[in-house]
């Protein structure tokens, strides 16, 4: 039988995942949104609004199950987490809920003027700093330390940012109703996948010695490594030609594979050095129950999830491959 505290953690790991692949691109859009520039600046600033409005809250299920699945699955994680990181943690809720009132208060409050526009920029402004803080949070993590400040930390929440808008903009190729437009969010894809390149190396180059090792020693380490950068790749050539549907896919699947890296390597440990898997798991009664749940609230989840995005999907319903 399945140990069920790897099934947790699984669960754990997938939960993060589909908030960085769904989330992560409405944070993107935020930071594209203060980002806006050329003579389709407005009309840029409009097209991301009109496409988080449907789904930006359901987005945040992702995170709720996340915290969840930590804080019955592995109690003591969730305690060392809440007083070893407590004031990034704070910052980072604190940022999601001001993102999230700010986008509300500038669809309600015009969408021209002073007052919609201050909005707009807060909204802008928070999209941009909390991806910063979580990647902060998860490099503290990775590195097993309380200060969520160092120089390894920065780089995570710098590298974090770039893989939202990295992923924002990629998404925003499909939603643009117009070529041109498409074109505006294509050079920003072009330009950030060339950043996020970089930063990665930048961060495997300067994590400790252990976390190098699981992410170069390891069995599965090669073929991971592979499967990301044909993924990377995939997405540049998808959207130097202008795929844009597939192109939203390999971009997925590229931050898919990094959070799955960051996952792998990190096992055994939940928090390095000294919170471990199996030290933090709650008992198997409690964990073959979360995982009972998990499942049946799945049924119900996904049917959901998908309906909303398939209804709110111009590319779906038009059948378009491109922009």
């Excluded at 996952?263 to 939940?270: E, M, N, S, V």
């Excluded at 471990?276 to 989840?301: D, E, H, M």
Aim: positive net charge; aromatic residues 10%; hydrophobic residues 60%.
């Amino acid at each position: 039988m399945p140990d069920v505290s790897l099934l947790a953690a699984v669960a754990l790991a997938a939960s993060l995942n589909l908030y960085a692949i769904l989330g992560g691109a409405d944070f993107g859009g935020g930071m594209w949104t203060l980002l806006a520039t050329g003579p389709r600046a407005r009309l840029q600033r409009d097209t991301i609004a009109r496409v988080l409005a449907p789904v930006w809250e359901a987005n945040h299920v992702w995170l709720v199950l996340a915290i969840v699945i930590l804080f019955t699955g592995f109690p003591p994680a969730y305690a060392a987490l809440g007083t070893m990181l407590h004031v990034p943690l704070t910052l980072l809720l604190f940022g999601i809920v001001l993102r999230g009132a700010a986008f509300v208060f500038r669809a309600y409050g015009g969408s021209r003027g002073r007052p919609a526009r201050s909005w707009e920029h807060m909204f802008a402004a928070a999209s941009a700093a909390t991806p910063l803080v979580l990647g902060m949070i998860v490099g503290a993590i990775t590195e097993g330390t309380p200060s969520w400040t160092t120089p390894f930390c920065w780089l995570v929440g710098v590298f974090a940012q770039s893989l939202f808008a990295l992923l924002a903009a990629v998404y925003l190729t499909v939603e643009a109703d117009t070529p041109a437009l498409a074109d505006d969010f294509r050079a920003r894809a072009l330009i950030t996948g060339a950043c996020v390149a970089a930063l990665a190396l930048v961060v495997f180059l300067t994590s400790n010695p252990a976390v190098r090792a699981g992410l170069t020693r390891t069995a599965w380490a090669l073929p991971l490594h592979l499967a990301t950068g044909m993924s990377a790749m995939s997405v540049f050539v998808l959207v130097y030609r202008r795929t844009y549907r597939r192109a939203r896919i390999a971009a997925a699947t590229q931050v898919s594979l990094i959070v799955w890296g960051w996952a792998l390597a990190q096992y055994p440990f939940l928090i390095r050095p000294g919170v471990t898997l199996q030290s933090a798991a709650a008992p198997a009664a409690t964990l073959r129950l979360l995982l009972t749940f998990l499942v049946v609230g799945a049924l119900v989840l996904f049917p959901a999830l998908a309906y909303l995005f398939t209804v709110f999907d111009p590319a779906a319903r038009n059948g378009k491959e491109g922009a």
